[in-house]
């Protein structure tokens, strides 16, 4: 199984690198990984321009898109990181999530369309406590993309660290996390 993670936080060492760091330990040797930092890559914002529609189900922007977009569609398991910002996933991740846009349908029967099998999971890391809503309105939304896309979500996972390194001292919630990345 190919498993594509990532990272959407700007925080190098922060606490959803240490998340995906654990659930990737946690995943057994018959998953091929790759792990990327979207802060590493270019994505200008969706303009609701329609030209990827026209054009294969790549985005026409000069940036690294279609280079994302691609290793979404080819991933049979994608697991998105984000520290909560304002209630919500961070820029960063948005930005990709986003340009899902340019294949969500298959109408043309020919262009690659993210409309197939696939599973993904869900990391979200805040400062606030479990009990704050802004854990569920981010698992909310990964679950109506999932209806919308038809893939199943097969990990959602919150975490509570505020500082760069509380999950790192957390030893306790690392091995939870890597754990549950062992049944997948
Ligand atoms: C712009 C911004 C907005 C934030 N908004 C929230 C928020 O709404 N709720 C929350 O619990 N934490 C919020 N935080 C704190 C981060 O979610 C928290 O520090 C998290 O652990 C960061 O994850 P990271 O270390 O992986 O970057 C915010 C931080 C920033 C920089």
Redesign the pocket.
Known sequence: MNVLILNG???RN????H?LRAIEDGLSPRHTVESLNVYDFTFRPCRNCDACKRNGGNCIQVDDTVKIIEKVTAADLVIFGS?????GISAQLKDVVDKFYSRDDASDGKSPTLRTKKKIGIVA????SLS?P?YKLISDQFHCIAEFLGWEVVLDES?C????D??AKDAARLAALKAAAEKL
């Open positions: 936080s700007p925080r922060g606490n959803t690198s998340a520290p909560v910002y304002w209630w890391c805040g400062a606030d704050n802004e975490v660290a505020a500082a760069a509380d999950l």
